[in-house]
């Protein structure tokens, strides 16, 4: 899969978020009477929502590597970091009605109308910044975690402001709550990818073999290679490749290749590997399959 395509397919996931997340929120409104007050009903919302956008962002990285174990764990996880999330998100939304009831609006009306909308913005907000981070959270990377604080304040923001208006123009509108997720669902996702690329180290791209053509970003500064499902940078289908078959480690200096432990040799321009950084369009070999290093898209 091309860089190119990685964003589009973020943006996708994060349309498929929302049409997850659009039946159990037009059930929640549906139950509203019932719930003790706005409060939990806020906090239910939020939690559903942040579970949907959660689980789907957080798999994405799994199926960009055509690795099942990996997105299996990253919608799990995703699904759980979201829901927290979303009911924190949907706290601090509620901080928010409070603070701007007492402070902005002075009338009973502009309170429940106004103040509200505020808050919905607010807490979606929060939230879209907050699934942001769900991939730099789960694998532990400074620049993942920078791709999805800048991505996600421009996502949540922008998403966040049309959902809420929607939602304080038609509030009982099933098809403008939709129309509102998609556009926050497609907003997040698209901003973290546009993000992404400017935190990267780099990236590799297949020259070769069953995969040929798809491109791996280097994002993390640890990163791992071989047949294992585990591994960051899975190689199905390549004769020669190990478990584990290399290390990419990447700081100030750029990007390293390390070998794994009792692994094949790897080579970069046929060259035994060295100990320097890689450079724009080396080639490397690991087993029978072969990456050009570079910046691409």
């Known amino acids: 899969m091309s860089l190119t395509l990685k964003r589009l397919f973020m943006a996708l996931f994060g349309l498929l978020g929302a049409l997850v997340a659009w039946p159990a929120l037009s059930a929640l409104r549906f139950l509203q009477p019932r719930f003790p007050g706005y409060l ?20 994405i990285e799994g ?3 055509s690795s099942r174990a990996k997105a299996l764990r990253g919608l799990g996880f995703g699904a759980l970091y979201g829901a927290l999330a979303g009911a924190v998100g949907a706290a601090a939304g509620q901080l928010s009605m409070f603070v701007a ?12 109308g106004p103040a509200l909308a505020l808050s919905n ?12 981070l769900t991939e730099g959270l789960r694998a532990r990377s400074p620049r993942k975690l ?11 923001l922008l998403g966040g402001a049309v959902l809420s208006a929607l939602s304080y123009a038609r509030p009982d509108d ?36 069953p995969l040929k053509n798809k491109e791996y970003l280097l994002a993390s500064k640890r990163m791992t290679v071989g047949a294992d499902d585990g591994c960051d940078v899975v190689l199905k289908g390549y004769p020669g490749v190990a478990p584990l078959h290399a ?21 970069v321009n046929d060259e035994p590997l060295g100990d320097r950084p890689l450079r724009h369009e080396d080639v490397v070999a690991i087993g029978k399959a072969k990456f050009i290093y570079g910046y691409f898209g």
């Open 40 to 59: 939990a009903f806020a906090l239910a919302q939020g939690a559903a929502a942040g579970l949907a956008f959660g689980a789907m962002l957080g798999s």
């Open 121 to 132: 913005g607010v807490a979606w907000a929060i939230i879209g910044l907050a699934i942001a």
């Open 63 to 65: 199926v960009v590597v």
């Open 101 to 112: 009831g007492a402070t902005l609006f002075r009338s009973a009306s502009a309170r429940l």
């Open 174 to 209: 099933g098809a403008a709550l939709l129309a509102g997720l998609a556009i926050f669902g497609l907003t997040i996702g698209a901003s973290y990818a546009a993000f992404e690329n400017r935190f990267s180290f780099g990236s590799l791209k297949l020259l070769n073999g």
């Open 247 to 267: 290390v990419i480690r990447a700081g100030k200096d750029g990007a390293r290749l390390e070998p794994g432990p009792g692994a094949p040799r790897v080579a």
């Open 146 to 156: 920078a791709a999805g604080l800048a991505g996600g304040a421009v996502g949540g």
